[in-house]
């Protein structure tokens, strides 16, 4: 028997291991039997992590839209332009140089024709004025004066060739004579130049000073005010904008297409920003003789039939011209038209239609627009529902939800599925 010390090692042979007894072994066996069978029934099944693909996918994939229904009916076919209102307005300036003394008019007062809007220094206007009309009136008095003297030599000439006549005066005393009545016509005529030429120069100087009162040419509202008094001016110096208080004109530009329908007599309506909803009629009075090369438009100038306090030069505006009637046109809605471009850059234009769940194109031709509807020709039939909401994006054959449809402009709600 061998004896082993503490802090030594044991050098002879190992114990033996302990086997597994019976029992054990049967559990052993009996657990890797169920892993087994567990694994093959998790092949059989495959993977379970997502849903079955089927009717309920393909209903959570559809594009929600709305649509409405194609019908007949008569429509007034319009076009919007863009344009701007124009009127008389001008920058007032003195004729005169002078000293700005007074400027009454204030922005956004009303002036009538003839008011006085400016003055002008008046004061060496006014002397000059002043020793011209004195010195018009002595040459009317020269005038005067010499047109008696002529008088009183024409008798002594007339009296002088009788006598000459009868020989009863020499010819030296008749040339004396005749010398006389000349130079008094002479005298005359120089009196009455002098009086014309006084009287332009106090005409020039009246009109000078009539010119240090800037008026008002018409009826207007004063736009804007440059110069205070004080200021000095010149001929030229704006001093006033004023704003012709008129019926206005609206000008704008129309593709050369629509030429035909807009000619002078159409009617049309404009909007504004600052009138909100309200529009304004009025007739076409002038179309222009020339198409603008680069963008192929024609200038268009009507005057409105009525204005209002809102309504100001300048101002951008929406013009509605009324171009045409459509009789028993198909109308649908203008949000159901949309433009395509093919990989050849060819561009048409179409609507989108609900066939079995799925988003049909259809190609269509608009054959006039008015507001918010369209009159279209082609694979479209009365009461066929066109998209008119969130179908923007979709192309043919993409799967869509009709939640919401009408039975055409103007009819009544309803809900309906693909």
Do not use: C
């Amino acid at each position: 028997m061998a004896i082993i010390r503490p802090g030594t090692t044991r050098t002879g042979p190992a114990p033996p291991r302990r086997r597994l007894r019976g029992p054990w072994i049967a559990i052993a066996v009996a657990g890797t039997l169920v892993l087994a069978a567990a694994a093959v029934i998790a092949l059989g099944r495959g993977p379970q992590s997502g849903p079955v693909p089927g009717a309920d996918a393909t209903l959570a994939q559809a594009v929600p839209v709305r649509a409405e229904a194609a019908r007949r009916g008569h429509l007034s076919v319009r076009s919007a332009y863009s344009g701007e209102l124009v009127g008389e307005v001008a920058d007032f300036s003195p004729q005169v140089s002078g000293l700005l003394v007074n400027v009454p008019a204030r922005i956004g007062q009303r002036v009538a024709a003839g008011d006085v809007v400016a003055v002008i220094e008046d004061i060496e206007i006014r002397n000059q004025l002043q020793e011209a009309r004195g010195q018009l009136g002595v040459a009317e008095a020269n005038r005067d004066k010499a047109g008696a003297e002529l008088v009183g030599v024409e008798a002594d000439y007339n009296r002088a060739m009788e006598l000459y006549d009868q020989n009863l005066l020499s010819e030296q005393e008749q040339q004396q004579v005749t010398s006389q009545f000349a130079t008094a016509k002479a005298n005359l005529a120089a009196a009455e130049a002098q009086v014309r030429q006084s009287a332009a120069r106090e005409a020039l100087l009246a009109e000078q000073f009539a010119n240090t009162r800037v008026r008002s040419p018409f009826n207007a509202v004063v736009a804007d005010r440059y110069l205070d008094r004080g200021a000095l001016v010149q001929p030229g110096t704006p001093i006033l904008r004023l704003a012709e208080e008129a019926p206005l004109m609206v000008q704008f530009r129309v593709p050369e297409r629509d030429l035909g329908s807009v000619q002078a007599g159409a009617a049309f309506d404009v909007s504004t920003e600052a009138t909100g909803t309200r529009t304004f009629s009025g007739t076409v009075r002038r179309v222009a003789g020339e198409v603008r090369r680069n963008d192929r438009t024609v200038l268009v100038e009507g005057e409105l039939a009525e204005t209002d306090d809102l309504l100001r030069p300048g101002m951008y505006a929406d013009v509605s011209v009324s171009l045409r009637d459509l009789d028993d046109a198909l109308i649908i809605p203008g949000t159901a038209l949309l433009e395509r471009v093919a990989m050849d850059g060819a561009r048409s234009v179409g609507v989108l239609v609900p066939v079995d769940g799925l988003a049909e194109w259809r190609t269509v031709t608009v054959a006039g627009r008015s507001g918010e509807f369209s009159a279209v020709e082609g694979l479209l039939e009365v009461g066929d529902l066109v998209l008119t909401l969130g179908h923007d994006q979709l192309g043919n054959g993409a799967p869509i939800r009709v939640v919401n449809t009408t039975d055409g402009p103007g009819g009544s709600a309803r809900t309906a599925g693909s």
